[in-house]
């Protein structure tokens, strides 16, 4: 049994079994989420591991990074899936256990999901594809396909913007892990299972309609225009300072407004601002529309100063604001990213030496001590998996 499993899953999902035949983020985050809350995750990767299992980045071993945190807290088994047995073998090991089984991979023959369902009529399969339409897709089209990279960059610049973060497949992820918990709540109720079908484009589709980018389109006709690092309809935006650092300040209340004008004491030039404009800077409204005015005296003020005096001025104050770090200053001054924050523990994953790794990222009452867990070595658990399956079957 690898590390991954050496001691039985704590946890709200204590007792329940998923398996998983995935590759790159979404589905196998949405696993590694709910592994992390304590349910007993059986990837199934092919002999000499899958798609994503020597992605980069890698560690000095050459261990996959990017394979390593995604599969946290999980077992591994090996299994050719490109074989009927094979296949046959892990719905045996779907349907004899919980019944769960996640994929964004093509499922074919006994792991089909209308097999699986027949096999066992309380299954559950969530899959994951690109598009409903049967287009395939990425975090990087659908991101191309949404408007976002559109939206983001200079306002001057006139080329799309990729994001650095997946966060589509994050939310997908997040997306998949939900939409499994909501039908596994449902098998219970009633005793019915089902597949649950989830594409990529309809997280990015739905992401911005739900925050009003895709209505205010097609209500005003026009697509939302580059803003830089502006925030949209209320006061906020990247300032520099005398050290040639950069911060992120935003005030979207009241209560922030207030704050600022006290640490900064540009109380009474603000009201000046408000004069000029006729407009009270009270309310999201008008401090949008004086954004300019408003951001020319916050820039003075802060390139007067040091990161280091405007981080004095504002400790302690309701003030919203984070400088801007690359990960690498992320480690180094910022104690959310240390063993300091209850999130992390440095720990050790086949072919990566200790780093820091998260946990659950909840805070629960009734769960405090949930563990950061590590990734397995591939195929680590193959021959105690097959086993135990056996003895259940017998």
Same mark, same amino acid.
């Given at each position: 049994?690898?590390?991954?499993?050496?001691?039985?899953?704590?946890?709200?999902?204590?007792?329940?079994?998923?398996?998983?035949?995935?590759?790159?983020?979404?589905?196998?985050?949405?696993?590694?989420?709910?592994?992390?809350?304590?349910?007993?995750?059986?990837?199934?990767?092919?002999?000499?591991?899958?798609?994503?299992?020597?992605?980069?980045?890698?560690?000095?071993?050459?261990?996959?990074?990017?394979?390593?945190?995604?599969?946290?807290?999980?077992?591994?088994?090996?299994?050719?899936?490109?074989?009927?047995?094979?296949?046959?073998?892990?719905?045996?090991?779907?349907?004899?256990?919980?019944?769960?089984?996640?994929?964004?991979?093509?499922?074919?023959?006994?792991?089909?999901?209308?097999?699986?369902?027949?096999?066992?009529?309380?299954?559950?399969?969530?899959?994951?594809?690109?598009?409903?339409?049967?287009?395939?897709?990425?975090?990087?089209?659908?991101?191309?396909?949404?408007?976002?990279?559109?939206?983001?960059?200079?306002?001057?610049?006139?080329?799309?913007?990729?994001?650095?973060?997946?966060?589509?497949?994050?939310?997908?992820?997040?997306?998949?892990?939900?939409?499994?918990?909501?039908?596994?709540?449902?098998?219970?109720?009633?005793?019915?299972?089902?597949?649950?079908?989830?594409?990529?484009?309809?997280?990015?589709?739905?992401?911005?309609?739900?925050?009003?980018?895709?209505?205010?389109?097609?209500?005003?006709?026009?697509?939302?225009?580059?803003?830089?690092?502006?925030?949209?309809?209320?006061?906020?935006?990247?300032?520099?300072?005398?050290?040639?650092?950069?911060?992120?300040?935003?005030?979207?209340?009241?209560?922030?407004?207030?704050?600022?004008?006290?640490?900064?004491?540009?109380?009474?030039?603000?009201?000046?601002?408000?004069?000029?404009?006729?407009?009270?800077?009270?309310?999201?409204?008008?401090?949008?529309?004086?954004?300019?005015?408003?951001?020319?005296?916050?820039?003075?003020? /802060?390139?007067?100063? &040091?990161? +280091? *005096? #405007?981080?004095?001025?504002? @400790? $302690? !104050?309701?003030?919203?604001?984070?400088?801007?770090?690359?990960?690498?200053?992320?480690?180094?001054?910022?104690?959310?990213?240390?063993?300091?924050?209850?999130?992390?523990?440095?720990?050790?994953?086949?072919?990566?030496?200790?780093?820091?790794?998260?946990?659950?990222?909840?805070?629960?009452?009734?769960?405090?001590?949930?563990?950061?867990?590590?990734?397995? /070595?591939?195929?680590? &658990?193959? +021959? *105690? #998996?097959?086993?135990?399956? @056996? $003895? !259940?079957?017998?």
């Amino acid at each position: 049994m690898s590390a991954a499993t050496a001691s039985p899953s704590a946890g709200p999902l204590g007792g329940l079994r998923i398996v998983e035949s995935t590759a790159f983020i979404a589905a196998p985050l949405a696993t590694m989420s709910l592994a992390g809350l304590g349910a007993e995750v059986i990837r199934l990767d092919p002999p000499g591991g899958g798609l994503d299992y020597t992605r980069w980045p890698l560690s000095e071993e050459g261990a996959s990074l990017y394979w390593t945190m995604l599969n946290r807290g999980k077992r591994s088994v090996t299994l050719d899936l490109r074989e009927e047995a094979g296949r046959e073998a892990a719905a045996r090991l779907i349907c004899e256990g919980d019944g769960i089984f996640v994929t964004n991979l093509p499922a074919r023959g006994a792991l089909a999901p209308e097999a699986l369902l027949e096999r066992r009529k309380d299954a559950i399969v969530v899959t994951l594809d690109g598009s409903p339409d049967g287009a395939t897709a990425i975090d990087y089209t659908v991101h191309a396909a949404c408007g976002a990279a559109i939206m983001a960059g200079p306002e001057a610049f006139d080329a799309p913007v990729n994001n650095a973060v997946p966060f589509w497949d994050v939310i997908a992820g997040r997306s998949l892990a939900m939409g499994l918990l909501a039908a596994e709540l449902e098998r219970r109720r009633t005793g019915r299972g089902q597949h649950i079908a989830l594409s990529l484009s309809d997280i990015a589709m739905e992401a911005v309609a739900n925050v009003g980018i895709l209505p205010e389109a097609e209500l005003t006709g026009q697509a939302r225009a580059r803003q830089g690092n502006w925030i949209y309809g209320s006061f906020g935006r990247d300032f520099s300072t005398a050290c040639g650092r950069r911060f992120m300040l935003a005030v979207v209340t009241g209560k922030q407004w207030r704050a600022l004008l006290e640490a900064t004491r540009l109380g009474a030039a603000m009201e000046r601002i408000g004069e000029a404009f006729g407009t009270a800077l009270d309310d999201d409204t008008g401090r949008y529309r004086a954004r300019h005015a408003i951001a020319a005296l916050v820039q003075d003020w /802060a390139g007067a100063r &040091d990161l +280091a *005096a #405007v981080a004095r001025a504002f @400790e $302690g !104050t309701a003030v919203c604001w984070s400088p801007y770090r690359d990960a690498r200053q992320m480690l180094d001054e910022d104690p959310r990213a240390s063993t300091s924050n209850p999130l992390f523990e440095r720990i050790a994953h086949p072919g990566v030496a200790p780093v820091l790794t998260p946990r659950a990222p909840f805070r629960m009452t009734g769960h405090p001590d949930l563990p950061a867990r590590p990734a397995p /070595a591939l195929g680590a &658990d193959t +021959a *105690a #998996v097959l086993s135990e399956n @056996e $003895g !259940t079957e017998k």
